[in-house]
């Protein structure tokens, strides 16, 4: 189903409308006075990917890395806060 919109609305919002067309793949009609005078819509083969194109490249990216989860830890277990924060760390100038 067509969006309606007028000119002046498009006008405003044209980055929203255009992000809308592009991932959403929605199409707009343009009215001026009541009467539509465009039609905004993806161009043939544009259109992002639906939903069940990404739940497959999603499920074929292979399953979790472990190694990755124990950098983590290790990133969560350096991050200690300074006893005095306003004293700049060693080694720095």
Same mark, same amino acid.
């Given at each position: 189903? *067509?969006?309606?919109?007028?000119?002046?609305?498009? #006008?405003?919002?044209?980055?929203?409308?255009?992000?809308? @067309?592009?991932?959403?793949?929605?199409?707009?009609?343009?009215?001026?006075?009541?009467?539509? @005078?465009?039609?905004? #819509?993806? &161009?043939?083969?544009?259109?992002?990917?639906?939903?069940?194109? $990404?739940?497959?490249?999603?499920?074929?990216?292979?399953?979790?890395?472990? $190694?990755? #989860? *124990?950098? &983590?830890?290790?990133?969560?277990?350096? *991050?200690?806060?300074?006893? *005095?924060?306003?004293? #700049?760390?060693?080694g720095s100038s």
């Amino acid at each position: 189903m *067509d969006n309606r919109i007028s000119a002046t609305e498009l #006008a405003r919002n044209l980055g929203d409308i255009l992000n809308r @067309v592009r991932y959403r793949s929605e199409v707009f009609v343009v009215e001026r006075n009541g009467k539509p @005078v465009a039609r905004i #819509a993806p &161009l043939p083969g544009t259109a992002g990917a639906g939903l069940g194109a $990404a739940l497959e490249a999603w499920r074929s990216a292979g399953g979790p890395d472990s $190694a990755f #989860a *124990d950098d &983590l830890e290790g990133v969560g277990a350096a *991050d200690r806060i300074p006893e *005095d924060a306003w004293r #700049a760390p060693k080694g720095s100038s």
